[in-house]
């Protein structure tokens, strides 16, 4: 089993910036890639972000490219999520999953553990 534990979350006006992190705990040698999602009220889950531990690959949503940066501290098995340049439609709870599988990582059914998520609002 792998534990997943996010913080960072917050409120914060458009155009600022919040870090989200996310500590994994349990069996985690066994993680082949973790990540982020997100959902809105009213929407779908959707991918934001992953990164695969060991091999560093990185995958971005298009809707964050460039304002998002995912970094990772392997000693600590623990992934950051660096968010700039927030807007509004970035208002969701947050997500952060682990995947035990390698190959493609970022579906929905890639990941195996999922945090308990940590709600980011921004204002207008």
């Known amino acids: 089993q792998v534990q997943l534990v996010e913080s960072g979350g917050g409120l914060v006006q458009a155009g600022g910036s919040l870090r989200l992190s996310c500590a994994a705990s349990?069996?985690?040698?066994?993680?082949?890639?973790m990540g982020w999602f997100r959902q809105a009220p009213g929407k779908e889950r959707e991918f934001v972000v992953s990164?695969?531990?060991?091999?560093?690959?990185?995958y971005y949503a298009d809707s964050v490219k460039g304002r998002f940066t995912i970094s990772r501290d392997n000693a600590k098995n623990t992934v950051y999520l660096q968010m700039n340049s927030l807007n509004p439609e970035d208002t969701a709870v947050y997500y952060c999953?682990?995947?035990?599988?390698?190959?493609?990582?970022?579906?929905?059914?890639?990941?195996?553990?999922w945090g308990q998520g940590t709600q980011v609002t921004v204002s207008s």
């Open positions: 349990g069996r985690t040698f066994s993680i082949y890639a």
């Open positions: 999953v682990a995947g035990l599988r390698s190959g493609v990582v970022w579906r929905i059914r890639d990941f195996d553990y």
């Open positions: 990164t695969t531990w060991r091999g560093g690959s990185i």
